[in-house]
Each structure stands twice: as C-alpha cells, then as structure tokens.
C-alpha cells in the first residue's frame, strides 16, 4: 500500500515495564501528541513481578484511541505503525479463547535463579552464550517460558497444549492488534529469549529442549523493519501496517542514529541499558556485555541483521520509583534532583542498586540491594543523593568494561529516557566517566525509534540519515571540577557493591 497525501503521522506503541504509550509523529520526525497508562506491578513474593497481560492489551488499545482523540488526528490519517516493548517479560496463551494462562513474568523476576544456577552447575553457561550471546541468567526469557509451562501443566492440566502461544510482550500485543492473525517476533526481541540462536536466526532446537519448549510454542522470528501485518480494522476503524517492531533498547539505538559500528547510547528508564553497535559482525565481549541483535531489516528479501554489544543494569528508574512508593522518602521523582542538590555529598552512604539482583558486569542474582555507610547524622537528603550516585556510578562500571572490549575508547555517551531529565544525575555521570554527556530534546528514544523504523518501511519518510540528523540536542554535561571527587567516590562505591553480592541463596 503506498502513502497517500492524506497519511500525515505515524503511530509509534511503546510498552514498557512501568507504562504503556502512544504517540504520533509528524513528517518531521515531531511528537504531536501521546497518551500514557501506568501499569500495575504485580509482586507475588520477594525477587517476583508479574504484569497483567490483559492489561497491557487495554492499556495499548485505550492509549491509541485517546491519542488520536486528544490530537483530532483521524486512524485514515496514519500511514503506518511502529511497535517497541519491554524486552524479556514473557507469558503463555490459549489461542482458542485469547485468555492468558497466568501472568507475564517480567524481566526482573528472579523466581528462577536456582534453575539458572543448576543449569550453570550442569556446564550449560558457555554453550548458551556461543549459541545465544548472552550470559546464563533469569533475566532472559528461556528458563521464565519454562517456569510457566511447568507452572501449567500442574495447575491447569485441562489446559489443550496444542493450543498454546508463546511469546514475549510484542509478540502477545501483535497477535491481538492483527485480530489474532499474526504470531510473530522480530529478531532483536527473539535474541534476547535465550533461544534464538544467533547464527541462523532461528529458534535453536537443542535450547528448546533444554527448557522443554514445544517448538510449535514459538513465534515466527521477523525482521524487525517488515511485514508484520496490519492492525484489524475493528480495533481503529480502519487497517493499519505494522512495519517495526524493535526490542525498548534496540529501538533507542535507531534512533540514535547509532547505524555505525561504535556508535552508542545509554537510556535510563526502568533499568539503564547501554548499547553500542557492532555493525553486521557479530562482536564477542570479553568483559561480561551480551552480544544481541541491534536490528534486522526485510530488504526486499535479502535480509541483513545488525548486531550490538550491551550492557544491561536492572535497577534504575525503578530504584527510584522504590523511593517513592515503597520507602515513600519522595513524593515524585523531580524532587530526588532538589533533595540531592541540598548536600554537598552523601555523608559517606553508598547504594548498591540490586534491588533485582545484578546485571552487567557482575551477572549476580543473589545481590541484594543495600544502604552502606550509614551513621547517625545521615538524613534524606544523603540517602536519596546516594541512589542517585548509585545509578551513575553502574553506568561507570559498564562504561569501563566497554572500553575494555573495544580498540577506542568511549569520549561521548548520548543518553535518553525519563531519568535522564534529572540534571544533577546528567552532571554526576559526566563527572564520574570524565566523559561529555550528550541529551536529546525528545527523550522518549524508544518510542521515536519504533515510528522511524516503521514510516521507513512503508516511505513515510525515505532517509535514515536524515531523519535522524534532524533530532535536536537539548543539553550537553561537560565533567565538572567535581570530577576527580566522583571518580574516587566510586572506588568506594565498588566495596558497597562487594558487600552486596551473594546475598540470598
Ligand atoms: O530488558 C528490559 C528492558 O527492555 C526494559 O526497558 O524501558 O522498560 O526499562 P524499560
């Protein structure tokens, strides 16, 4: 279907760990307008989270439909979509009645660790990360798929297993957008399953065994700028392409620009993720990052895949969102940056943000999160500069092991996502990496990425490079005469983190 005149915007779905999101977006790469839904976390026990994935479909529908209202914009007027989501969280369905077995089980779920570590024991770690790239751990959504069929298969054994999908969020939220045609995945949200194997971009039959997933689970793996269908005309009033979808990270990276292997970017949203590109070479870290598909593209059937290096950190917006409805210190996260700025240091507190364990580069899913250093004149203000500090100083320890892989040093860190608008922590990471800090005028990266990728595809727009040059800077973080002081402050920091490993069996 070409584009017509009368197609104005693109749509962009964007659902993350925290909440669910429409925009559009104008011929200019210019957000004209977004609707955005909490989401409710389910926390079932210690190290658990759960999503409700009924939920996320409402959410994803009721976002649309109120973004197309609040701006007058009309379903005609859209000339494609581009889907982003949250990467890992992954649950099960009856395709015979849409309803899903149990809850999504998120990515920061730890329930199962011990499987993990069993496996580990059993000399598996190495043959998953050849196959896979990535490290053996709960984050992924292999042992998690697992869990749940067991989880089934006692609790629910009327359950047909012929009829079951699975699929990780964009996969439950596409077959549903396409009116339960379509049971597909892209490349960069299979790849970070831990059962896409790397090489042939296909599930890998010996890891499915392993985890004892039924093939016929599994989704179509797509490249993630293609054909993905189209939304059924009952949910809008009209078809609409799907042309992209991207995992939440991988879809910050396009927008980036980030096309050229080096190039990379760092969003702070639930967790912080640093991503660099590797070009169409599959790179190998030597210091604990995960080798991951960037993207794929359809090319007219002549598919090419770029890959990427990536260092995951789990705890980030969701540390602080902690400080805020658990520990309730704060009644928004703004208010951490006017806290922080009201003391000179942090008295001597260091946190270790293992509020989920530890991603990269310590791969630990026993850390626990922890407060060190605490005597009695320490006072909020000292506890809330600390998480901050906290999240600046991870993205230093990966930062670091980037370096360590790589021929050229990194001398600027673009950045992106809703906890980069807090300008103390924008200047304590300049400081703390020595390094210029670069942030851009609209920090939804992700959400951007996913409708770049789709208006793309259909030739909304025709020039990659273009488009993304267009992207306007808001602010660049020079390091400051504070930085000598933040660099030794995280050496310190790195005891606090020691403490913290191994914590729960
Ligand atoms: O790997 C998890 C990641 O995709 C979650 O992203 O933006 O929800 O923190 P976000």
């Not at 079932?44 to 649309?64: K, Q």
């Not at 705890?315 to 969102?321: E, H, K, N, R, S």
Request: charged share 25%.
């Amino acid at each position: 279907m070409p584009v017509t005149n009368k197609q104005k915007y693109v749509l962009a779905l964007d659902l993350g760990t925290t909440g669910n999101r429409a925009i559009l977006f104008d011929k200019n790469g210019e957000l004209v307008g977004q609707s955005y839904g909490e989401l409710m976390q389910y926390y079932p026990h210690p190290g658990w989270l759960e999503h409700d994935p009924l939920e996320i479909w409402h959410d994803t529908r009721s976002c649309m439909e109120q973004v197309l209202r609040s701006t007058g914009v009309s379903p005609q007027e859209i000339a494609a979509t581009g889907l982003t989501v949250q990467r890992e969280t992954c649950l099960l369905w009856d395709k015979t009645t849409g309803e899903p077995l149990h809850k999504a089980i998120v990515w920061q779920d730890r329930r199962t660790a011990q499987k993990c570590r069993e496996l580990s024991e059993k000399g598996y770690a190495e043959k998953i990360q050849e196959t896979t790239g990535l490290v053996l751990d709960a984050y992924f959504s292999a042992s998690k798929l697992a869990w749940l069929l067991d989880w089934v298969k006692q609790n629910k054994p009327e359950v047909n297993l012929d009829h079951v999908l699975a699929g990780t969020i964009d996969t439950w939220i596409l077959w549903n957008l396409t009116g339960r045609r379509v049971h597909a995945t892209d490349q960069s949200n299979a790849s970070r399953t831990m059962l896409m194997n790397l090489g042939t971009h296909d599930w890998d039959p010996e890891l499915l065994d392993l985890f004892t997933i039924p093939r016929h689970f599994m989704p179509e793996i797509r490249p993630s700028l293609g054909d993905f269908g189209t939304i059924d005309e009952e949910i809008l009033g009209t078809e609409i392409p799907i042309r992209a979808i991207f995992g939440d990270q991988q879809a910050a990276l396009y927008a980036h620009g980030c096309n050229q292997k080096g190039m990379l970017k760092c969003t702070y949203g639930t967790g912080c993720f640093l991503i660099s590109q590797s070009g169409q070479e599959l790179t190998r870290s030597r210091n604990q990052l995960l080798s991951t598909v960037a993207w794929s593209e359809a090319n007219g059937g002549k598919p090419t895949t770029n890959y990427a290096l990536e260092g995951a950190m789990f705890t980030t917006g969701a540390c602080i969102q902690w400080l805020r409805d658990g520990l309730k210190l704060i009644k928004s996260a703004p208010e951490t940056e006017i806290l922080a700025r009201e003391v000179e240091n942090t008295d001597g507190v260091y946190f270790v943000p293992a509020l989920s364990g530890l991603g990269a580069p310590h791969w630990d899913m026993s850390a626990r999160g922890a407060f060190v250093g605490i005597t009695g004149g320490v006072q909020r203000e000292h506890m809330v500069r600390a998480v901050l500090e906290s999240i600046a100083f991870q993205v230093k320890e990966v930062v670091d092991a980037m370096n360590k892989d790589s021929e050229t040093p990194i001398s600027l860190l673009k950045v992106d996502g809703g906890a980069s608008q807090n300008n103390f922590l924008m200047e304590f990471q300049a400081d703390v990496l020595g390094i210029p800090v670069e942030r851009p005028a609209i920090l939804d990266a992700t959400a951007q990425g996913a409708a770049f990728g789709a208006g793309l595809a259909v030739g909304f727009w025709d020039d990659y490079e273009e488009l993304v040059g267009k992207r306007k800077r808001d602010r660049s973080f020079i390091p400051s005469k504070n930085q000598k002081q933040a660099q030794e402050d995280f050496l310190m920091w790195q005891k606090a983190v020691s403490r913290a490993k191994n914590w729960v069996e």
